[in-house]
């Protein structure tokens, strides 16, 4: 009986120690196994921040170039309205000029000077010229400045100096007012001023 006493305890023990082999390779396995779920998980983990990070990237990027789009037309805007003030400053001035220049002594040289030129390239033809009534008492003298048949007569409208004029025969007018002038000079001021965007 003690013999298989005996024989029992070392087959027990040989279960045993083989229970406990088979245990330690489980363990092994499970923890080998964990650690290759840890290691994908990481990885899928790793894979899903680059991608929110990535997103939020070009999300922060958009709204920059969003917001650098706002301030930049923004500057531009305020940049127009500064523009269009400086120039309204400048041309009310120089009107202020034109209106002290017509009522000095060189300006009736200056308008017949003009009368004579452009009468020179004019289209023959009758011409009606329209001038400020102040510049009647002128009237002689711009029919001798124009080098063609003429009639004058009075335009208040012509407030800052100049003419216009009419050729009776085909109807077409000519505006050499010194307010058209000033006027067509505006666009050339802009461009060439440095006060371009």
């Known amino acids: 009986m003690q013999e298989q006493q005996e024989k029992l305890a070392r087959f027990e023990k040989a279960v045993f120690a ?22 994908e998980y990481e990885i899928l983990q790793a894979a899903k921040s680059e991608k929110e990070l990535n997103r939020q990237k070009e999300e922060l990027t958009k709204n920059a ?3 650098l789009a706002k301030f930049s037309l923004d500057c531009k805007r305020k ?18 000029r034109l209106q002290e220049f017509r009522a000095s002594e060189e300006y009736p040289s200056y308008l017949l000077g003009c009368i004579s030129a452009f009468s ?28 063609q048949p003429c009639t004058v007569e009075a335009d208040d409208s012509i407030d800052l100096g100049g003419f216009t ?13 010194l307010r058209q002038k000033l006027a067509g000079q505006k666009n050339y001021f802009i461009e060439n001023s440095g006060l371009s965007l």
């Not at 363990?27 to 290691?39: H, I, L, N, V, Y």
């Not at 400086?86 to 009107?95: G, H, K, P, Y």
């Not at 002689?140 to 124009?146: H, L, P, S, V, W």
Request: glycine share 2%; aromatic share 4%.
């Open 18 to 39: 083989e229970v406990d082999a088979k245990a330690d390779n489980i363990r092994r396995d499970a923890e080998t196994g964990q650690k290759e779920m840890f290691s």
């Open 79 to 96: 940049l127009l309205v500064k523009r269009a003030e400086l120039t309204d400053e400048v041309f009310a001035s120089v009107q202020n």
């Open 65 to 67: 170039k969003h917001e």
């Open 165 to 177: 004029a009419r050729a009776e025969n085909s109807g077409v007018c000519y505006d050499e007012t």
């Open 120 to 147: 020179k390239t004019a289209p023959s033809a009758e011409l009606k010229i329209f001038v400020h009534s102040a510049d009647l008492p002128l009237a002689k003298d711009i029919q001798k400045a124009c080098s």
